[in-house]
């Protein structure tokens, strides 16, 4: 039997190798000393760690496994074909796309933030694994940290560490040079809301801009904001899904993949939503059952175009569920209300933190309402608390 190197004669390891409490760390009776004993790759592995103390040695021992596997896979190909980050990317996107509980709109969107990545890190792709270190990781988290919101930056920085993770996990490489990365604070979005008034102004410059669907973008615009729907969501209501006679739309999401949180919902028609409804049920009379109520599937450029000539700030599809959840509080729905509406399940602990809030004008009219007990009047002057006639 070959002898390997640093470990003792093998005529004496079945009578002087005492166990310890410790994985892959042994003592040697005869000299007291201390031996790490692992595989790397089904390789077996042993080193004297040349101490006979047992907490140096349990630091020593987790430094040569650290060495071992550094130097296995900088030695051997991996088996899934990973050589470069590119490879890695490869192998992240076509498991993302291969997990059916995903949405098709997450999927794309992973894809967009791999996408990202590449852009912002020229050359990346065609790097090796082994290749990449901590300090071009934080550079690159540097770069793109001050130039995209938070949330951008912290799901592109996910994915390259989770694209890391892969490789560590396929034995590319035996650690992940991204850990490093911090992530950012995500604020909310400081919602600028138009108001009533300026919001029919802004509908009606849609409706007349003299496009071919400036009619039915005006109208998926109000659809929206009467309903708060995602705009994902609104454009597989039917016919068949509003209710007139109990005064419901239902809410299914996409036929395959349904809503975000996969539950089917009920949303009530407020008297515009029901208004706007039995006027393009009139224009379209001969519209099936399982027509989609709204003949646009977006209608983005529309709303920029408006916001423009109105000089009021830009505003989203999304903006618009923003619109209806503030409508609807402000008009006194408790929170959790709207939150069934809304499709949330938490209870309306989202709500209250994204729509608990009111709009400038609104929280002045509230404030009037607040008083200290004292009626004053202009002949009133209140003296040491007691309210004295001028």
């Known amino acids: 039997m070959k002898e390997r190197k640093g470990q003792p004669k093998p005529e004496a390891a079945s009578q002087v190798w005492q166990k310890t409490q410790y994985a892959n760390l042994i003592r040697y ?5 201390y031996y790490a004993r692992f595989r790397v790759a089904g390789k077996l592995i042993w080193r004297s760690l040349k101490t006979d103390r047992i907490t140096v040695a349990q630091m020593r021992l987790a430094d040569e496994q650290a060495k071992e596997r550094k130097q296995a896979a900088s030695q051997e190909r991996v088996e899934v074909g990973i050589a470069t980050v590119g ?6 996107v076509a498991r993302i796309q291969g997990r059916p509980n995903l949405k098709p709109r997450t999927k794309f969107y992973y894809e967009e933030r791999v996408t990202a990545l590449k852009k912002t890190w020229p050359g990346l792709a065609g790097r090796r694994v082994k290749d990449i270190t901590k300090d071009d990781c934080l550079a690159w988290a540097a770069r793109f940290g001050t130039s995209n919101s938070a949330v951008a930056y912290n799901h592109t920085a996910s994915v390259l560490k989770r ?17 490093g990365i911090e992530w950012l604070r995500e604020r909310p979005k400081r919602l600028v809301l138009p108001e009533p008034s300026q919001f029919e102004r802004f509908v ?31 454009r597989f209501i039917t016919w068949a899904d509003c209710d007139f006679a109990r005064g419901k739309i239902i809410v299914r999401g996409h036929p395959e993949t349904g809503t975000k949180n996969a539950e089917v919902r009920e949303v009530p028609m407020i008297p515009d939503m029901r ?4 006027r393009l049920r009139a224009d379209r009379p001969d519209d099936p059952p399982t027509a989609a109520v709204m003949q646009v599937r977006e209608c983005l450029k529309a709303m920029d175009r408006a916001a423009r000539v109105l000089g009021m700030a830009r505003i989203t599809h ?4 923003h619109m209806f959840a503030t409508r609807c509080i402000e008009s006194g ?9 809304l499709g949330h399940m938490d209870g309306g602990a989202l709500a209250m933190r994204v729509y608990g809030h009111l709009r400038d004008a609104h929280s002045v009219e509230m404030a009037q309402r607040v008083t200290f007990g004292i009626a004053q009047s202009p002949n009133v002057i209140p003296i040491r608390g007691k309210a004295v006639a001028a």
């Open 163 to 179: 694209t890391f993770d892969l490789a560590v996990e396929t034995g590319a490489r035996y650690d992940n040079p991204a850990v």
């Open 318 to 321: 999304h903006d618009l569920r």
């Open 275 to 278: 208004a706007l409804l039995k």
């Open 29 to 33: 009776v005869p000299s007291g000393g």
């Open 87 to 92: 490879d890695a990317l490869k192998l992240f």
């Open 204 to 234: 009606e410059e849609i409706e007349n801009a003299g496009g071919g669907f400036s009619r039915n973008c005006a109208e998926l615009v109000r659809f929206l904001a009467y309903g708060g729907f995602r705009v994902g969501e609104a």
């Open 333 to 341: 729905v408790d929170i959790p209300t709207v939150s069934r509406w």
